[in-house]
């Protein structure tokens, strides 16, 4: 949800309230959710260097799945805790599994940095059916190399955001800046485009599948139910969908903002943030879309390892950059938009789009997104 347009939509009742008094506004970053991103940069043990950065991955709904078990062997497995699943939005676990992927690249990122090649074996144990499940996803080996050469990318992963913001309609993205972030390197392909046409039908797309998730009950609620509102909301429970800082936590003040009224349609809440996401997705400067052959498990986890490349090379060039993955989505009434941007796209099946991301300039500093300390993630051998 985007801040500003919720203060306008909501602008009256924000000025009877803004009497809540500065200590308490600037008080309001959720700063405790924020530490493991300054703790990655710390750390002394290689092992551990590794998977805080890991940790850092973008991944859906910032359920941040992982489980982590450190080996006596120095080898490390990583298994997906299935109750951080989004069964409506992403039924197959396909999504879940991409932010694996992001989570493993980025890994292999952080060992290069510190001279250590990273042996990545995906489903050491078998790969999942249809869901996800008590087998890991990984195991992985960490080998020092006196010659490993670092990855220029490191550089980017904390400055890395998910960027939910309208963007500057004034700053087209160059046509360059898609070239420079694309290829078509296997299995997975990345393509993007600034074409006005296209730009325009995409727009229209993206905020239609937005509407069609926001209109079903079970995938509204599905997020409704993960949001986080205010800092000690964000701070208790650093995932989820996070709606912090002075704005956020005022509203949840003076009670116009709340779980119930998100999960009704007729409030001044709910129509605040369907009118920010129809802004954010109006001012879509350019897309970028990742493609594979087919949908089989390693793609999907492959999908994830180039789109946060990607992420990283665009946040070198100073690009926002937003996965925007309604219309990706499995569910019955996401089909039409499914059908739609493939076809527009020219991917026909069994190709697969697997990640869409909208690009462009941010015009608001975003701060890194809440999570989980690495240390709630390990789990004993
Ligand atoms: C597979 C996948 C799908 C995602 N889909 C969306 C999306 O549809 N909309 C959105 O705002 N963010 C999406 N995200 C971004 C996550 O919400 C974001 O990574 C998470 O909130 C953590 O924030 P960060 O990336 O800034 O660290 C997606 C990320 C991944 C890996």
């Not at 050469?149 to 004034?170: C, T």
């Not at 730009?199 to 997020?223: P, V």
């Amino acid at each position: 949800m985007q801040r500003r347009t919720l203060l306008k939509v909501i602008g009256g009742s924000l000025v009877a309230i803004a009497g809540a008094g500065t200590a308490f506004l600037s008080t309001r970053d959720p700063a405790a959710a924020r530490a493991p991103w300054a703790a990655a940069a710390t750390e002394a043990d290689p092992r551990l260097f590794v998977l805080r950065h890991a940790i850092l991955a973008p991944n859906p709904h910032n359920r941040q799945p992982w489980v982590i078990a450190l080996e006596a062997n120095g080898q490390a497995s990583v298994y997906c805790d299935l109750d951080r699943r989004l069964p409506e939005t992403d039924p197959f676990d396909r999504q879940i599994l991409i932010g694996f992927g992001c989570f493993l690249e980025m890994a292999a990122i952080a060992a290069a940095e510190k001279g250590i090649r990273l042996g990545i074996e995906a489903f050491p144990e078998g790969e999942p059916g249809e869901r996800l499940d008590a087998r890991p996803v990984a195991r992985l080996t960490f080998t020092a190399e006196a010659a490993m050469p670092k990855n220029p990318l490191f550089g980017q992963i904390r400055h890395r955001r998910s960027v939910k913001e309208a963007f500057d309609a004034s700053k087209p993205v160059p046509r360059e800046t898609i070239t420079a972030l694309s290829s078509a390197a296997t299995p997975i392909a990345v393509s993007g485009s600034v074409e006005p046409v296209l730009l325009g039908d995409l727009r229209k797309l993206t905020w239609d599948a937005w509407a069609a998730e926001a209109e079903n009950t079970a995938t509204w609620m599905e997020s409704v139910n993960l949001m986080r509102i205010g800092r000690a909301e964000i701070e208790a429970n650093p995932d989820g969908i996070d709606l912090g800082g002075p704005l956020f936590d005022t509203l949840k003040l003076a009670g116009l903002l709340d779980r119930a009224q998100l999960a009704d349609r007729s409030t001044q809440a709910y129509k605040g943030g369907e009118e920010s996401y129809r802004e954010i997705m109006a001012t879509s400067m350019g897309f970028l879309w990742w493609t594979s052959t087919g949908n089989s498990r390693r793609e999907q986890l492959e999908a994830g390892r180039s789109f946060v490349r990607s992420h990283l090379q665009a946040t070198a060039l100073g690009i926002g950059f937003h996965p925007v993955s309604q219309c990706l989505q499995e569910f019955a009434d996401m089909k039409p938009h499914f059908d739609r941007v493939h076809a527009l796209l020219g991917v026909d099946s069994p190709g697969r789009i697997q990640m869409l991301a909208r690009l462009g300039h941010a015009t608001v500093p975003v701060p890194p997104a809440p999570r989980w300390p690495l240390e709630t993630k390990l789990k004993a051998a």
